[in-house]
């Protein structure tokens, strides 16, 4: 599950074996967090929001039953303009670094544009919306070395009533 949240919101990179269901909680993902389902192995996960507000302090992912593996920090207190890192819950060390892709005017804009995703070591995934929405519409992401992984909104909206991640 670890893997599900540097993909997010993510996620928002994770490995592209299995498809997700997420759910969002209480109608609003950017506020109330989201469920995280795998749908081949049966694990669930938790993203809570930081004080209610996933959009500039961050969120937390905690498996079902457990303690949180991974937090999440929005860059300058702006997740969806500037980016975010996530680190490790338990030992603080960095899980993933991600920058939002910019518009033609140079602002950053995740929610139209997509992020970028990188690892320690070196490794990367770009994150692109899918006609310019990742809030109605969804992301694909397309991993260093190959491969990508789709991700689309459910009806009302990605951040609204959650998405699927397909391989």
């Not at 919101?9 to 950017?30: H, M, N, P, R, S």
């Not at 995740?110 to 992301?139: M, Y």
């Not at 070395?145 to 991700?151: D, L």
Request: hydrophobic content about 30%; overall charge negative; some cysteine.
């Amino acid at each position: 599950m670890k893997g599900l949240l540097i993909w997010l919101l993510l996620g928002f990179a994770a490995t592209a074996v299995a498809e997700y269901d997420v759910i969002c909680l209480k109608g609003d993902c950017l506020k109330n967090g989201w469920s995280i389902f795998d749908t081949k192995t049966g694990n669930s996960s938790v993203v809570k929001c930081e004080d209610e507000d996933c959009r500039t302090k961050g969120w937390v992912e905690r498996p079902k039953r457990g303690i949180a593996v991974a937090q999440t920090s929005c860059i300058d207190d702006l997740c969806w303009q500037e980016g975010w890192v996530t680190y490790n819950f338990r030992t603080g060390a960095t899980i993933s670094e991600n920058y939002c892709l910019s518009n033609d005017d140079g602002d950053g804009d995740c929610l139209k544009q997509g992020w970028e995703t990188h690892f320690p070591g070196g490794s990367w995934a770009r994150t692109l919306c899918i006609n310019n929405d990742c809030q109605e519409v969804g992301w694909e992401v397309h991993f260093f070395g190959g491969g990508f992984q789709t991700s689309r909104c459910k009806t009302g909206g990605c951040f609204k009533s959650g998405w699927t991640m397909y391989p």
